[in-house]
């Protein structure tokens, strides 16, 4: 099964490029553990999410963002002017065109969307099999100081894989951080003819670099009502909840930047 989905992805892949069309040769959806607290590991919050890609082109986002800024969610929420699209759990998206990866994060009600810094990878000695792929262990460290470990394989041809961890010589199917905080992982592996393309966010932010994002996700750290139209967070009794907002929101794990 393995072997015949490796030449299904190789023709589909010779197609795409004879035909210079935008369509996914292949799905992997990937499943994101993250403990916020390392000293609580009991305490994980799980995400799904899918990469459609090619070998020049990939979109990663999950399934909710997706159908939300497209204009076809399913799931609604009932307001007193009657049932609308219910907003996404997780909203951030990659893009990848070539060698350019753009990320799409959120700040308060903004989505901010820069270029990823290029990640520098190390082989390193290790190999195991995961799904039936045989996988090389890689070693990166992240613009910002975080360590990753990733298992990629040449059985997919594909210098791809989930959120910005890319440029490997193949695909990755597993990564984690240093600590283990952070743990993401295929799940499932097929063929796909959907067209990647990226997001269209209403509230999108342009930054000029990755540090304005950075810049401004502290900002909002310190202060929740810059990114949210100035506005305070207040309780039921009309109690003022903005540092209570601003103390969950630094507890945030943001390893993966």
Not at 94 to 110: E, F, H, Q, R, W
Not at 124 to 149: N, P, S, W
Request: aromatic share 12%.
């Amino acid at each position: 099964m393995k072997y015949k989905l490796i030449y299904a992805v190789f023709l589909t892949l010779n197609f795409v490029l004879c035909a210079a069309q935008s369509k996914a040769v292949m799905e992997i959806n990937y499943e994101t553990k993250m403990i916020s607290d390392s000293l609580n590991r009991k305490k994980v919050k799980v995400y799904s999410s899918a990469l459609l890609c090619n070998n020049t082109e990939s979109m990663y986002c999950s399934a909710e963002a997706k159908a939300y800024y497209k204009g076809n969610s399913t799931q609604t929420i009932s307001t007193n002017y009657g049932n609308i699209p219910k907003y996404p759990k997780a909203v951030e998206s990659i893009y990848k065109n070539n060698d350019v990866v753009t990320a799409s994060l959120p700040v308060g009600k903004y989505i901010f969307t820069f270029e990823e810094p290029k990640l520098k990878w190390e082989i390193l000695g290790e190999t195991k099999d995961i799904k039936g792929f045989k996988c090389q262990l890689a070693k990166t460290t992240t613009d910002t100081g975080d360590v990753f470990f990733a298992w990629f394989t040449k059985d997919i041809p594909i210098q791809d894989g989930p959120f910005r961890f890319k440029g490997l010589s193949g695909m990755i199917l597993e990564i984690y951080n240093k600590n283990k905080t952070i743990e993401i992982y295929a799940t499932d592996i097929k063929k796909s003819e959907d067209f990647i393309e990226p997001l269209k966010y209403y509230n999108e932010v342009k930054a000029k670099n990755k540090q304005q994002f950075l810049e401004a996700r502290k900002n909002f750290h310190e202060n929740p009502s810059m990114y949210n139209g100035n506005l305070k967070v207040v309780d039921a009794n009309g109690n003022d909840k903005t540092k209570t907002m601003t103390d969950r929101i630094k507890r945030i794990n943001t390893f993966l930047d």
